[in-house]
């Protein structure tokens, strides 16, 4: 049976940022869902993710972008989840946090470029979320990507709340299930070797899209869904 590969997005970003993975799967006969990840907090995020899984019959591969990658790193602990790919994306340990991960390396240029904004919380003080300076996303989020889709994708990026940025995984997937990673060599917003670092601890099978922006699954979808197929062919086997 084919593992359905199950798509999940990071920060500053939707679902139809995999649009150009999504057409490569199903080209190649391999089923895949999408779904919103919600971007309030690691433990919320990773619950939803796995209702996704959940509902799924059969194998499944879990793929995750960016913020997506600490998700599926604590939604993929389900026994049907038979590989997990990290996409220019955060690989991290049980009780470590994005910041954490981040702190141990040079800081990219998100970090100075992040505008803070509120929403509010029913019963309490409104919380903190982020989004990228507009002026500035299209070199920190996709330098590689047309200027013309990029002022669109400044305009459409969903913000991560702060607590996210803070809050400790619970569990590491990769431990107990196989993996894969793609590095994107040119990215500004997760410095690269935060990105090589996490997944040679997660044991997984790396690849290097040289000059590849942090908007990778956009810009470069062949090379991405590339190394899903490798999984999901892992997975079904």
């Known amino acids: ?42 433990a919320a995020d990773a619950a939803y993710i796995a209702s996704v899984v959940n509902q799924i019959d059969g194998p499944v591969v879990l793929a995750g972008h960016s913020y997506g990658g600490a998700v599926i790193t ?11 790919v990290y996409v ?38 409104p919380a903190v979320e982020f989004t990228i300076a507009q ?32 809050e400790a995984a619970s569990v590491a997937a990769w431990k107990d299930t196989p993996s894969w990673a793609l590095v994107a060599t040119g990215d500004q917003a997760i410095n690269p070797d935060v990105q090589r670092f996490g997944a040679r601890r997660a044991g997984a099978s790396v690849v290097e899209v040289e000059g590849a922006s942090h908007a990778v699954a956009v810009s470069r979808p062949k090379e991405v869904a590339a190394l899903i197929r490798e999984a999901v062919q892992a997975a079904s086997a």
């Not at 990071?10 to 895949?32: R, T």
């Not at 604590?74 to 997990?84: F, N, Y």
């Not at 299209?138 to 994708?153: G, H």
């Open 1 to 42: 049976m084919t593992a359905t590969v199950v798509l999940v997005h990071g920060a500053f970003a939707d679902a139809a940022s995999w649009s150009g993975v999504i057409a490569d799967l199903q080209e190649h006969g391999v089923p895949v869902v999408a779904p919103p990840n919600p971007l309030r907090g690691l």
């Open 74 to 84: 604590v939604a993929g602990t389900d026994e049907k989840v038979k590989g997990l």
């Open 88 to 125: 220019a994306a955060y690989a991290l340990e049980e009780g470590e946090s994005l910041a954490e991960l981040q702190g141990r390396f040079p800081e990219p240029l998100l970090g100075r470029n992040l505008k803070q904004s509120t929403y509010p919380l029913e019963g309490g003080e």
């Open 135 to 166: 002026e500035a996303f299209p070199e920190v989020f996709a330098a590689d990507v047309p200027r013309e889709v990029t002022q669109v994708l400044a305009v459409a990026q969903r913000p991560l709340a702060a607590a996210a940025f803070t």
